[in-house]
């Protein structure tokens, strides 16, 4: 049967983008994505304004939930600071490795730490296992329906402090009704809506950011 789509998008990458250039490899999927075929990385629409919000946090420790094939892994971890890390977490074997070898040839590895395994039991196991005691930034876009539980788990394991930011795509396309009624209605939030599109589509959906008021 040949390969998969993300083994498709790997050669793309490894044809098209400039080892050890960032730019290059975000370049070479979204053109590949937009034009030869579609697949749910966060994308070129959305992309710069997750862009702007790492930027703006700057994040010295950032959780990423949602590996795929590592595109949004090459977009938050080529903007971040020397010494900062980040943690992906993606439980299908097969994604991770194909993410493994785009965020290397982005050559990003040193800044990055992906993590084999689902994120509810890994979430518990982050405190021991990496010696982070907090999150100043959480990209979630993993299952829909894991949202509200994984962000409830990271505030009763004390991994998010005051001023943490929370940035969660999809939150209209596909959607995710109950994580966004918890942090819009939660005083333990403030919510920002920004519109923007489905990747790669003339659909609407955005990016949802709520920083924890502790
Ligand atoms: C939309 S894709 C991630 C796209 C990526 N963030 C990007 O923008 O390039 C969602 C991924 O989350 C993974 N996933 C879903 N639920 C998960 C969970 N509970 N723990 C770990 N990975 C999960 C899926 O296997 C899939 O690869
Ligand atoms: O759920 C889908 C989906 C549903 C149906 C078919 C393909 C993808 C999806 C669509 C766009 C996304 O940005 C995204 O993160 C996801 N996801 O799987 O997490
Ligand atoms: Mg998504």
Same mark, same amino acid.
């Given at each position: 049967?040949? =390969?998969?789509?993300?083994?498709? @998008? #790997?050669?793309?990458?490894?044809?098209?983008?400039?080892?050890?250039?960032?730019? !290059?490899?975000?370049?070479?999927?979204?053109? %590949?994505?937009?034009?030869?075929?579609?697949? @749910?990385? +966060?994308?070129?629409?959305?992309?710069? $304004?997750?862009?702007? +919000?790492?930027?703006?946090?700057?994040?010295?420790?950032?959780?990423? #939930?949602?590996?795929?094939?590592?595109?949004?892994?090459?977009? /938050?971890?080529?903007?971040? !600071?020397?010494?900062?890390?980040? $943690?992906?977490?993606?439980?299908?074997?097969?994604?991770?490795? +194909?993410?493994?070898? /785009? $965020?290397?040839?982005?050559? =990003?590895?040193?800044?990055?730490?992906?993590?084999?395994?689902? !994120?509810?039991?890994? /979430?518990?196991? $982050?405190?021991?296992?990496?010696?982070?005691? !907090?999150?100043?930034?959480?990209?979630?876009?993993?299952?829909? &329906?894991? %949202?509200?539980?994984?962000i409830?788990?990271?505030? &009763?394991?004390? #991994?998010?402090?005051?001023?943490?930011v929370l940035l969660a &795509?999809?939150v209209?396309?596909?959607?995710?009704?109950?994580y966004l009624e918890y942090v819009r209605n939660s005083p333990r939030y403030k919510s920002q809506y920004f519109?923007?599109?489905?990747?790669?589509?003339?659909?609407? &959906?955005g990016l949802e950011k709520s920083v924890f008021l502790?």
């Amino acid at each position: 049967t040949g =390969l998969s789509r993300p083994q498709r @998008m #790997l050669k793309a990458v490894q044809k098209n983008a400039t080892k050890g250039d960032p730019q !290059s490899v975000i370049a070479a999927i979204d053109y %590949y994505c937009r034009h030869k075929e579609w697949a @749910m990385n +966060v994308g070129d629409d959305k992309g710069p $304004i997750l862009d702007s +919000v790492v930027s703006e946090v700057n994040p010295s420790t950032a959780l990423e #939930l949602g590996t795929y094939c590592g595109y949004s892994t090459v977009r /938050i971890a080529r903007l971040l !600071s020397p010494g900062s890390k980040l $943690i992906t977490v993606e439980f299908n074997p097969a994604y991770a490795a +194909v993410a493994r070898q /785009i $965020i290397a040839h982005a050559g =990003l590895q040193n800044k990055v730490t992906l993590v084999e395994g689902g !994120s509810g039991d890994l /979430i518990p196991k $982050i405190k021991e296992q990496f010696g982070i005691t !907090s999150f100043d930034f959480v990209f979630l876009d993993h299952w829909k &329906d894991r %949202y509200l539980p994984d962000i409830k788990l990271l505030e &009763d394991c004390g #991994l998010l402090k005051k001023g943490s930011v929370l940035l969660a &795509d999809n939150v209209i396309c596909p959607g995710t009704p109950e994580y966004l009624e918890y942090v819009r209605n939660s005083p333990r939030y403030k919510s920002q809506y920004f519109q923007s599109y489905l990747e790669y589509t003339k659909a609407e &959906d955005g990016l949802e950011k709520s920083v924890f008021l502790g």
